[in-house]
């Protein structure tokens, strides 16, 4: 007797009663769309992206919809190596944010990691507050902690739009740091390996990046206590 275990069933598009077809098919339009632009521009486009990638920047930004890193900096397929999570943050414990940096800095060997957060992050507004939103909770947490290293500067902002740009902006600065006490980048360093990191804060209302000007290309700008002897 067949047990159904291990089986993948396919369920037939036109038996999804209740999606938005329209949407979904235009996706699909799009794409073919895009194919032939592409196409139209370089007949080898395609051909060239499948030899392999050796993009030289990793970007680390926020999962919101729309902060789209390829488009904002003008690059093509194939430059930058991507990472996005809620409000664009760098947790030890991450074996995702792990993985990509890893692959990045030793495989791909990125020369330039940023950490891009954007004015109006949900997840950096969530922290300012005692809001309860379920699981994501525990990720808001993080931001809540960068809050905390910062209260003095950040308590005596009366404008609360103020407050909460600062907000995002010390938030950056604090996972471009997180990254450089990395053993991953420490490593780099060691080995004399081109690997400068920068924290960068994109505006949704003018598309315009300001560059917060921490850039770091060595551990001795960590404290002491997170310089690892590698
Ligand atoms: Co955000």
Not at 43 to 60: S, V, Y
Not at 210 to 224: A, P, Q, R
Request: charged share 20%; aromatic share 10%.
């Amino acid at each position: 007797m067949l047990s159904s275990v291990g089986i993948l069933q396919t369920v037939h598009f036109k038996q999804l009663k209740y999606m938005n077809k329209a949407y979904y098919n235009q996706l699909l339009e799009n794409n073919k769309g895009w194919v032939a632009s592409r196409l139209a521009l370089d007949p080898d486009f395609f051909n060239k992206l499948a030899k392999g990638q050796q993009p030289p920047l990793l970007w680390i930004g926020c999962a919101d919809s729309r902060v789209p890193a390829n488009e904002i900096i003008g690059a093509k397929p194939g430059e930058v190596f991507v990472h996005r999570n809620i409000a664009n943050m760098v947790l030890h414990t991450d074996m995702n944010m792990l993985s990509v940096l890893d692959y990045a800095v030793n495989v791909l060997k990125v020369k330039h990691i940023i950490v891009c957060g954007h004015y109006g992050c949900g997840g950096v507004r969530a922290a300012m507050g005692s809001g309860s939103y379920g699981i994501v909770d525990n990720w808001i947490r993080h931001i809540k902690d960068v809050y905390r290293f910062h209260q003095k500067e950040l308590d005596i902002i009366e404008d609360d739009t103020q407050k909460f740009n600062r907000f995002v902006e010390l938030n950056v600065v604090e996972q471009v740091y997180d990254l450089a006490k990395t053993s991953i980048v420490q490593n780099a360093w060691n080995v004399k390996q081109e690997l400068f990191i920068h924290g960068w804060v994109y505006g949704v209302d003018s598309g315009i990046i300001k560059d917060l000007g921490v850039n770091i290309d060595s551990n001795e700008l960590l404290d002491d206590v997170y310089q690892l002897d590698i």
